[in-house]
């Protein structure tokens, strides 16, 4: 695909479904062998891709960008940890072809992902982003410099906790909240699968 001709407007936005697991893989599998911005060492198979797919989408929403039939980057939502004291905060994650970045796919996904989150009633988004001490071939501060664009603030920082490539890296916490916080709560509604949630 010829980069030059992406239109943003002509980027549609779908709900990701288990039939997408193959793409969507293609996508992340560059970011596993050949980066740190993901500290996983090994390549998931298939089955697991789907599997991970299918238990997001009980419960958050898992959306791709879509140009021309074919898909271009993913975001998504999970539990950033499971005891029902944190049912408002969620942690995020996105992924665009690698040969596809900084043309504002990220930007499309991540705005919906967020409106989407906002109206099942989270409140706190929570990125956990790998972070070098010094750039290398395998790990920038691009993420960090992403995630702060979009209205992410650094809460916190881990130093030496990741381990790959032969050499240690950082990892840090990026927070924003998206709604009010107040005394009594309403509780959070599962993502709808179905719901139509074109940009």
Known sequence: MNTQQINKKEIKIRTAT???AKELLAIYEPYVRNTAIT???DVPSIQEFTDRIAHTLEKYPYIVAEYKDA???YAYASAFKERAA??????TSIYVNTNMKKMGIGGVLYDLLEKILAAQGILNLNACIAYPVEEDQYL???SVAFHTHYGYR???EF???GYKFNRWYNMVWMEKHIGKHVENQSPVVAYQVDKDISS
């Not at 944190?86 to 942690?91: H, K, L, N, Q, S």
């Open 18 to 20: 288990t039939k997408d």
């Open 154 to 156: 650094l809460v916190g």
């Open 159 to 161: 130093t030496q906790c």
């Open 71 to 73: 898909i271009l980057g």
């Open 39 to 41: 500290f996983e060492y």
């Open 86 to 91: 944190y049912d408002w905060a969620v942690e």
């Open 140 to 142: 920038t501060k691009e």
